[in-house]
């Protein structure tokens, strides 16, 4: 049993434009790559991790309310963690952001209840063998296929089809070895423009960054050796997360 506890409540929950604000990500693991696999099917390569809800048979993916002490990626970081028992690397560019109703309001025609959720692609690194939501959910490693079999929301469906995309053009990209990196091209099926911009920082204001970050994580910030950048990485229940930042002159 972990001996941290899950949040509960909307205390801290994010709203904008009478949406509640939501994060989550889709965590995957790449098999292993002998000959077959690599000249396989890319489906064939990925395993998504998808987790249960009680008294169900159909799965999601990770994700919650975004609160106002995190970031959204520290958000998705901790879906993650709380509800599968999982850390590795975040990708910091979004999926997409979809817009959806809450399973409670879905048939009442009003703006109460609406939701606007932020999905991320997570490399699993680490299973952990206990996690808070671990007696509520189980969690189960599926090929694309099955988990477009089990998925339970549309909106879900989507981001995995758009996590599908973005591997694909990855694969081609890198001759075969998989991986999510920079601003992908092309049209996305969902909105990827509601993304908060970072500006350039100064040291006054990487000290305000740092005090914004949530308690569960940890901040390291150190100038580049190559550029003329700092470099902030986030540790977030096991997760780290950088982004080098312009030095103002």
């Known amino acids: 049993m972990s001996s941290v506890i899950a949040r509960t409540g909307r205390h801290r929950q994010r709203y904008e434009s009478n949406f509640r604000l939501v994060s989550g990500c889709i965590p995957y693991r790449i098999t292993e790559d002998d000959e077959d696999h690599h000249n396989g099917d890319i489906e064939n390569r990925i395993q998504v991790l998808m987790v249960s809800s009680p008294d169900r048979d159909d799965r999601v993916f990770p994700k919650g309310g975004w609160e106002d002490d995190e970031t959204v990626l520290e958000a998705a970081c901790r879906e993650a963690f709380e509800e599968a028992g999982v850390k590795g690397t975040l990708r ?42 671990q007696q509520n959910r189980d969690r189960k490693w599926l090929n694309i296929k099955e988990a477009f079999r089990l998925c339970r929301y549309e909106w879900m469906c989507r981001a995995l089809e758009e996590f599908v995309r973005v591997m694909e053009v990855s694969d081609d990209d890198e001759g075969g070895k998989i991986e999510i990196g920079g601003e992908e091209k092309g049209e996305a099926s969902a909105n990827v423009n509601a993304m908060p911009s970072v500006p350039a920082v100064t040291d006054h204001h990487v000290v305000a960054e740092c005090q914004i970050v949530s308690s569960n994580c940890c901040i390291e910030i150190k100038p580049s050796s190559t550029s003329q950048q700092l470099v902030i990485s986030v540790h977030c229940h096991g997760t780290w997360l950088s982004r080098g930042l312009p030095l103002s002159h």
Not at 95 to 121: D, H, N, P, T
Not at 122 to 133: H, M, R, Y
């Open 92 to 133: 910091e560019t979004p999926l997409g952001v979809w817009e959806f109703r809450s399973k409670s309001s879905q048939k009442i025609e009003s703006l109460e209840g609406g939701c606007r959720g932020y999905m991320f692609a997570l490399e699993v690194t680490e299973e952990l063998e206990s996690w808070p939501e």
